[in-house]
Nanobody
Framework: QVQVVESGGGLVQAGGSLRLSCTAS????????MGWFRQAPGKEREFVAV????????YYADSVKGRFTISRGSAKNTVYLQMNSLKPEDTAVYYC??????????????????WGQGTQVTVSS
């Protein structure tokens, strides 16, 4: 059994910052990458960012590039999402996910094996 747990969401004013944390745990599980997605009410789940452990390579959605930073923690299977210059359109439930997929389809939710329950991020104008 693999558990993915996010934390760090909350309410912030536009222009502010938040840092999300995520850990994937399981007796025998070892991911190759971990990513963040988000889903706003009435919208589909969308890719935000992913980090691959082997080379530390990161990929971002255009909508967050330059404002969000994904990074790895010192503990295994731990990832952070630093979100700066937040906008009201960033309001969503943010999900962390773990995968062993290393292809070019990293923005596709179906490529991820395990998901967290999500953490709410609300940005007020």
């Amino acid at each position: 059994q693999v558990q993915v747990v996010e934390s760090g969401g909350g309410l912030v004013q536009a222009g502010g910052s938040l840092r999300l944390s995520c850990t994937a745990s399981g007796r025998t599980y070892s991911s190759s990458a971990m990513g963040w997605f988000r889903q706003a009410p009435g919208k589909e789940r969308e890719f935000v960012a992913v980090i691959r452990w082997s080379a530390g390579r990161t990929y971002y959605a255009d909508s967050v590039k330059g404002r969000f930073t994904i990074s790895r923690g010192s503990a295994k299977n731990t990832v952070y999402l630093q979100m700066n210059s937040l906008k009201p359109e960033d309001t969503a439930v943010y999900y962390c996910a773990a995968t062993n997929y290393l292809g070019s389809d990293y923005a596709e939710p179906r490529r991820y094996d395990y998901w967290g329950q999500g953490t709410q991020v609300t940005v007020s104008s």
